[in-house]
C-alpha cells in the first residue's frame, strides 16, 4: 500500500510549476489557436451562409391618432383614475 500524503496534490507546487512554464503555457495557447484560426479559415468550406439587406432613409408613413369618442371617454377617465388610486396605495 502506498502512504496516502503521496497522493495529496499541493497546489503551492502545481501553482508554481505553471508559473515556471508560463511562457510555454503562453505560446502552446496562442499557437494553437492560430492553427484553428487557419482551418476553420482556409482549408474547411463553409455549411451555412446568411445575406442581409438593410434599407436605410426610407419615410415613415404617419399613423392617424386616435381619438377618443363620447362613449370610450368615461373608460379613460375610469382607468386614469384607477391608476392614481393604484399609485397612492
Do not use: W
Not at 502506498?2 to 503562453?26: A, G, P, T, V, W
Not at 392617424?64 to 386614469?80: A, H, N
Amino acid at each position: 500500500m502506498e502512504n496516502s500524503s503521496n497522493n495529496m496534490i499541493d497546489l503551492r507546487r502545481l501553482f508554481n510549476l505553471c508559473r515556471k512554464h508560463l511562457k510555454f503555457l503562453i505560446t502552446c495557447t496562442i499557437a494553437l489557436a492560430l492553427a484553428g484560426f487557419i482551418v476553420s479559415k482556409f482549408i474547411m468550406t463553409p455549411k451555412y451562409t446568411a445575406t442581409t439587406q438593410l434599407l436605410v432613409n426610407q419615410k415613415m408613413k404617419t399613423m392617424p391618432m386616435v381619438r377618443p369618442t363620447t362613449t370610450s371617454r368615461p373608460i379613460f377617465r375610469l382607468l386614469i383614475h384607477t391608476r392614481t388610486l393604484l399609485l397612492v396605495q
